[in-house]
């Protein structure tokens, strides 16, 4: 095993561009591999994971702080979610043949013939509240290599060792599955990101990460002599609404329900519900149940020293803002202060922190307390109305998700719907938004600011944001690739003349 | 019938901002229509538009100086266009169920229910060089409707009296179908299209014309605080490959072909083939072929005085290159200078030109040599090896088409096809890239500059631009949309726990 030493230096410019260079050989021959051999690449990196999990799950427990069932629970979606996406590759080239027809209605349609092809290299910002399913091997690398681009990976600062040693796993795993050398490297430091990021060598952009780096980001790549897409996923508030008749019908249900959501991981996940809105008459009894079940959680460190000062900070504002009170001051509780425990990179334990307003002061000043405070602390909004409530969820522009706990026979539950619908990428009924199934339904993204594009970063349709169409027209039978042959020899599903024709095994 | 004083006066700041307004409010009425309503507003359009050809076509060959069966030809397709795209609105949703699954590799998994919701209003900047295909009821705009999206429609200045005749009737066809108020406006002027595009009622951006053009909107619509997605289709010079085997075998026959899909239009379409390679030897013999058919070529008027200019200055620029020869100098047939003949909207008759180059020489000036002259001019290239024209096909970037004519059993050929496939969108082998099928597996669009995004502006795929993934998570059935009920009551081809099924009636 190699030996890492402790930080990881930063990528210097002639490694950079020695990467870079390899990427682009890589994407030449990645694109010419078969999706059975993009398949194997895939699930030869989730093996090799599986096989590694004891080695780098304390490694990423000393980084991340994160407890050890969680990050083991990770790595299994992980490995999982490389298999999935692996075994996505044929399908994912959404196969379009249209035979040539001489009585088509706008004259003679020639033999065309469409697949998706890899974009080339793709540079993915890892995030820090996953190292590993949003990390190194996670789902935008699962989904850049299932399209066939190579990967160059900007590792987070947040977990540098754990970012190498995973790294060179996936680099050996592709090298063992016959990989073209080059399809994947790992860079770090803050430059090496944004050099990358501006070279024409780079193809496409992914990011996950706060909405102030991901428009820095999202910027540079749009003022590129060739913009290249860049998809980047920023987070949001995750706003719950309660309505009258789920409250009368399970409000202590709902109340734990939203305090587990909202602290699981001491609430840095990207889907945390940072909002709840209830009945104003019910918010006594909301509070009597939620207060002592988010005293009970235990005080734990945060990710990284820069995620604990941003929150300690984004919860000074908010408790400050005097449309709010203070119902339970973390900061009383655990401490924010202090210097770090580990090195300096992390701050002392955080207790969580409730907050509560009312829709009224939400509305009068939405950009302050719509923010999202990523870490343990929420905000209980009341409402007094039907039309307040409706109100305030119209006032909202982009959400990875939004929630609404009603009963279907209800008017006010079944308006929310519709509405929130118009916000989210992803609207929940009765359930909570943490916990993102890896699934061929499932969209993780959603309007600005919550993410960029109109593509998800988890569950299948990721891949297509790393392709682009090419139609072959006329082209002879020996020289089409396999994916659009007559006979479907990769037994894909396929649309032909019109019809779906689903893959022949099926 | 609507007198239209001419010129057409440009939309006022208080008028676009009602435009804007009203489409706001069309969006969210839209998006509640169902897939078989949309299908009905386009098919309405498509009706009305067929009852007013008559009217309509002479106005479009006034304007454009386009011939009468050539805009016939453009008008059946345009119709064509909005009917199967309407056809599409339930398809285009792309239904992705995934049941409850207790048993789901990372855990339990919820009931998931993804589809395509509309992203909102849509601006598109129409083209000038297709006055139907392109402009007003063009294909952007028939992919936004079938979506569900409003769309404001900047007129394009070389045909305003007839945008706003065929803008008049399309809001007529709307509102006969019953489509909200506000789904379709027009607008003109180049103020009311930038101020458009960086209003946040706007979602998403089309346009089709010229990389300086397209360019300029791109980076405005990326600066704005809330950045959309801007699909510019800006043109390309779509090179044509011909091989040794395909000379020897039918120099005449593919001499005749390039100049009729070069000349098609005067030139004037975005998939002319404006390069030819061919092999040296071979040279003379194409040119002898060439010359009397681009001779015999009369000339016509190009589509406005800015086309006329452009192109005479593009085509000096080229004929002055030290590495061109000047094979058939249009300037001296029918003379480019002069003042227009049409109100000084249009310049005088402009008669084909015909250069020569050397792959060489376009390889050591490729900016210069590869840049776009967008009319009736073309290069023909000489090269002397296959290795030196491989080269020089490995130097393109970003174009619309590619064509080879070649021989399948000739290693150059089929080096040739996957080369080129690297930097097209679409690939011809043994045909010509100008009429543009309006289908399902067709591909308009490629790598920039030739376009921006990953998509295509023609063909059914098209309406993808203009939505975004929404996913209903455990949302009861009768909240559900009929998209995804679970018995299908709209008989959609669905993708099922994984398996894809088929369109019931199918």
Chains 1, 2 share one sequence.
């Not at 990528?11 to 260079?21: F, G, K, M, N």
């Amino acid at each position: 095993m190699t030996t890492i030493s402790l930080p990881v230096p930063d990528t210097t410019r002639e490694v950079l561009d020695a990467l870079l260079t390899r990427a682009s050989s890589a994407a030449l021959a990645l694109a010419d591999t078969t999706p059975a051999q993009r398949r194997g690449f895939l699930h030869t990196i989730a093996d090799a994971l599986d096989n590694a999990a004891d080695e780098l799950i304390p490694v990423a427990r000393r980084e991340t702080h994160l407890p050890e069932a969680r990050l083991r629970g990770e790595m299994a979606r992980t490995t999982f979610q490389l298999r999935l996406l692996g075994d996505e590759a044929g399908r994912a080239v959404e196969a379009i043949i249209d035979s040539a027809d001489p009585h088509w209605p706008t004259g003679s349609r020639p033999d065309l013939r469409r697949l998706l092809v890899p974009l080339g290299p793709v540079l993915v910002f890892a995030a820090g509240n996953f190292p590993f399913a949003f990390s190194v091997a996670g789902g935008d690398t699962a989904a850049a290599l299932a399209a066939g681009a190579p990967v160059v990976l900007k590792a987070h600062s947040g977990h540098p060792e754990l970012s190498a040693r995973t790294g060179e796993i996936v680099e050996a795993a592709l090298r063992e599955a016959g990989a073209p050398d080059g399809s994947f490297a790992t860079v770090f430091g803050t430059d090496a990101g944004r050099d990358a990021l501006q070279d024409q060598r780079i193809s496409a952009g992914a990011f996950t990460g706060s909405p102030y780096a991901g428009r820095l980001l999202a910027d540079l790549t749009a003022s590129r002599p060739v913009p290249i897409p860049f998809y980047a996923e920023m987070g949001s508030v995750n706003p719950v609404f309660v309505t009258p008749a789920a409250a009368g019908a399970r409000l202590d249900d709902i109340a734990d329900g939203y305090v587990a959501s909202s602290l699981i991981g001491a609430g840095q996940f990207c889907t945390k519900p940072g909002l709840v809105f209830v009945p104003e008459h019910t918010a006594d009894d909301f509070l009597a149940r939620a207060v002592p079940a988010v005293r009970a959680t235990a005080p734990v460190p945060l990710l990284n020293r820069a995620i604990s000062d941003g929150h300690a900070r984004a919860r000074r504002e908010l408790a400050a803002h005097p449309g709010v009170s203070v119902v339970l001051d973390g900061a009383d509780e655990g401490g924010v202060a202090g210097a770090g425990g580990h090195g300096g990179q992390v701050g002392a334990d955080v207790a969580p922190s409730l907050l509560l307003t009312t829709s009224m002061a939400l509305s009068a000043d939405r950009d302050a307390l719509t923010t999202e405070c990523f870490g343990p602390t929420s905000l209980v909004v009341t409402y007094t109305s039907a039309d307040e409530l409706l109100d305030a969820a119209r006032g909202f522009s982009g959400e990875l998700t939004a929630t609404v706990h009603g009963d279907e026979d209800e008017q006010l539950s079944r308006d929310l719907v519709g509405t929130v619908a118009r916000f989210a990428g992803r609207v929940l009924w009765n359930q909570w938004p943490t916990g993102v199934a890896v699934s061929h339904a499932m969209q993780h993204g959603g309007p600005y600011p919550a993410a960029t594009g109109q593509f998800t970063s988890v569950g299948t349709t990721s891949i297509r944001r790393f392709q682009r169409p090419v139609t072959l027209q006329n082209v002879p039978a020996a020289l089409l690739p396999d994916e659009l042959k007559e006979d479907n020899p990769l037994r894909l599903p396929r649309r032909v003349d019109g019809l779906d024709v689903p893959a022949p095994d099926h």
